[in-house]
């Protein structure tokens, strides 16, 4: 399955509204974003991480 940009993936609802509260709206969003700012974020733990890299990944994409 190839992730879309313009949403993000299945990370659970708690991560997914600290990044959305946070500005990151979009898997887009994320491009460049260091993991720590991500990881400091309440609810986005190593779990949701390594899915968002997984799926940035699928777009020559990355975390910073």
């Keep these: 399955m190839n992730a879309s940009l313009d949403t993000l993936p299945k990370i659970g609802a708690p991560a997914t509204r600290a990044l959305t509260g946070a500005g990151y709206p979009t898997l887009r969003d994320l491009a460049g974003v260091p993991r720590a700012e991500l990881a400091a974020l ?3 733990g190593p779990k949701a ?3 968002l890299q997984s799926a ?3 777009h020559d994409l990355s975390l910073g």
Excluded: A, R
Aim: proline share 0%; glycine share 22%.
């Design 49 to 51: 991480l390594g899915i």
């Design 56 to 58: 940035l990944e699928q």
């Design 42 to 44: 309440h609810g986005v």
